[in-house]
């Protein structure tokens, strides 16, 4: 979802996502980074733009060679899905803008099952 305000001249586009679980097939996520991508294309460079909402992969505690999109101000261990948000937020020279201040613990973790707890809702 998007949407698209006018504030004091300027324009700018809130993107809103909802990745596919980790546990889905590759192709589904694969789908949805096309899609993103899309759609971050047709926003013109004169219009600025967030991007929110759960990604449903862990990026890291730690930047790991991603130093000028994370702060380091993560949670738990990067997996694969992470790693294509970093990509992704590379490509468009986005930060990962929660990664970027310290936080407690109960406010850094969006996700918490019997299996453990992980941190998925990201702001770009």
């Known amino acids: 979802m998007t949407i698209k305000l006018v504030v004091g001249g300027f324009t700018l586009n809130i993107i809103s996502g909802y990745a596919p679980q980790a546990v889905l097939d590759e192709e589904v996520k694969r789908h949805f980074w096309e899609d993103l991508d899309e759609m971050v294309h047709c ?7 967030f ?12 930047s790991g060679g991603y ?3 994370h702060g380091s101000f993560g949670f738990g261990d990067r997996n694969g899905g992470g790693m294509t948000k970093l990509d992704f937020a590379r490509a468009f020279d986005l ?16 996700f918490r099952s019997l299996v453990g707890e992980t941190q998925i809702v990201y702001l770009l």
């Open 43 to 49: 926003i013109p460079h004169t219009e600025k733009f």
């Open 51 to 62: 991007i929110g909402g759960d990604f449903s992969d862990n990026m890291g505690a730690t």
């Open 67 to 69: 130093d000028d999109m």
């Open 95 to 110: 930060v990962v803008t929660n990664s970027s201040f310290l936080k407690k613990r109960k406010k850094l973790v969006t």
